[in-house]
């Protein structure tokens, strides 16, 4: 075992860029950032990295085939190690969410549930495990309009749509890249259960309704909005459209599309952020 492990095994930069979206999301609400919102960002991280690390002790087999060199294949952490070093985080994270309002600590106990819920039974249960993900990502922005009040939560459902649905693309996508050590692993996804080629067509419906929802925002932010996120929504549907003809797993990871998807998604926080800023 090593430091390096423990450390990589979080994947920090996730649980980070996770963290700095619950910030985002105030300013969103507010259209300002006050000193306590660094506490978002430790709760949203610590909750992040736990989940990240408990996904990886329950999914230890299946990444011996589709992630070798991670943590725990790669004998870096032990599975007990891990397993302990999720608890710690998850407990940390919660511990310090008795310092937010209500709301924002029932959203912590809810999705520290479903992290843990969805590692050890909803990955392996196709189109549900997707959602939880995509709950999860688009959860980042409830929690930190529920630091800003009740009322914020309004401003927020947009953008909650919007994350949902392109979480949604990148993870079938994921799926049909990872069906040899899903089905190695006892895994029942998606593609799995349909073929790749249907579940790449899915995806592509999924990533039309968030280009739909994207739009919404236009209505307070204006024709600013609309031109970045266009730009946006090009990017996350040209990377869908790249597997359409693909039937195997090897060709869709070919297209890297979910990596496409994911910095389109991370092109997309900034254009809210900048929007909420100046617009």
Same mark, same amino acid.
């Given at each position: =075992?090593?430091?390096?492990?423990?450390?990589?095994? /979080?994947?920090?930069?996730?649980?980070?860029?996770?963290?700095?979206?619950?910030?985002?999301? *105030?300013?969103?609400?507010?259209?300002?950032?006050?000193?306590?919102?660094?506490? &978002?960002?430790?709760?949203?991280?610590?909750?992040?990295?736990?989940?990240?690390?408990?996904?990886? *002790?329950?999914?230890?087999?299946?990444?011996?085939?589709?992630?070798?060199?991670?943590?725990?294949?790669?004998? /870096?952490?032990?599975?007990?190690?891990?397993?302990?070093?999720?608890?710690?985080?998850?407990?940390?994270?919660?511990?310090?969410?008795?310092?937010?309002?209500?709301?924002?600590?029932?959203? $912590?106990?809810?999705?520290?549930?479903?992290?843990?819920?969805?590692?050890?039974?909803?990955?392996? @249960?196709? $189109?549900?495990?997707?959602?939880?993900?995509? *709950?999860?990502?688009?959860?980042?922005?409830?929690?930190?309009?529920?630091?800003?009040?009740?009322?914020?939560?309004?401003? @927020?459902?947009?953008?909650?749509?919007?994350?949902? &649905?392109?979480? =949604?693309?990148?993870?079938?996508?994921?799926?049909?890249?990872?069906?040899?050590?899903?089905?190695?692993?006892?895994?029942?996804?998606?593609?799995?259960?349909?073929?790749?080629?249907?579940?790449?067509?899915?995806? &592509?419906?999924?990533?039309?309704?968030?280009? $739909?929802?994207?739009?919404?925002? *236009?209505?307070?932010?204006? @024709?600013?909005?609309?031109?970045?996120?266009?730009?946006?929504?090009?990017?996350?549907?040209?990377?869908?459209?790249?597997?359409?003809?693909?039937? /195997?797993?090897?060709?869709?990871?070919?297209?890297?599309?979910?990596?496409?998807?994911?910095?389109? @998604?991370?092109?997309?926080?900034?254009?809210?952020?900048?929007?909420?800023?100046?617009?």
């Amino acid at each position: =075992m090593s430091v390096t492990g423990f450390f990589t095994i /979080t994947r920090p930069a996730n649980a980070m860029v996770s963290g700095v979206t619950a910030i985002i999301a *105030y300013l969103i609400a507010t259209g300002t950032i006050i000193p306590s919102t660094v506490l &978002l960002l430790v709760i949203v991280f610590l909750i992040t990295a736990a989940g990240n690390v408990i996904n990886d *002790y329950f999914d230890a087999d299946i990444d011996r085939i589709n992630r070798p060199e991670r943590p725990i294949p790669s004998g /870096t952490v032990s599975p007990i190690a891990a397993r302990g070093f999720a608890v710690t985080l998850f407990l940390s994270g919660i511990l310090a969410a008795f310092f937010t309002p209500p709301l924002c600590m029932a959203i $912590v106990l809810i999705n520290s549930f479903i992290l843990f819920l969805y590692a050890a039974k909803l990955k392996s @249960m196709p $189109v549900i495990g997707n959602a939880a993900v995509a *709950y999860l990502a688009a959860s980042i922005f409830l929690f930190g309009g529920a630091f800003a009040g009740g009322n914020a939560l309004v401003l @927020m459902l947009p953008l909650v749509a919007i994350t949902f &649905l392109a979480t =949604m693309v990148r993870e079938i996508l994921k799926d049909a890249e990872d069906v040899e050590g899903d089905a190695a692993g006892g895994a029942d996804t998606l593609p799995i259960r349909i073929g790749i080629q249907p579940t790449s067509r899915i995806a &592509l419906g999924f990533a039309l309704a968030a280009v $739909v929802a994207s739009v919404v925002p *236009y209505l307070w932010w204006g @024709m600013l909005y609309l031109v970045g996120i266009v730009i946006v929504d090009i990017i996350i549907i040209i990377a869908v459209i790249r597997t359409q003809s693909c039937k /195997t797993p090897a060709c869709v990871r070919a297209t890297r599309s979910t990596t496409l998807i994911k910095a389109g @998604m991370f092109a997309a926080l900034v254009v809210f952020a900048l929007s909420a800023v100046f617009l």
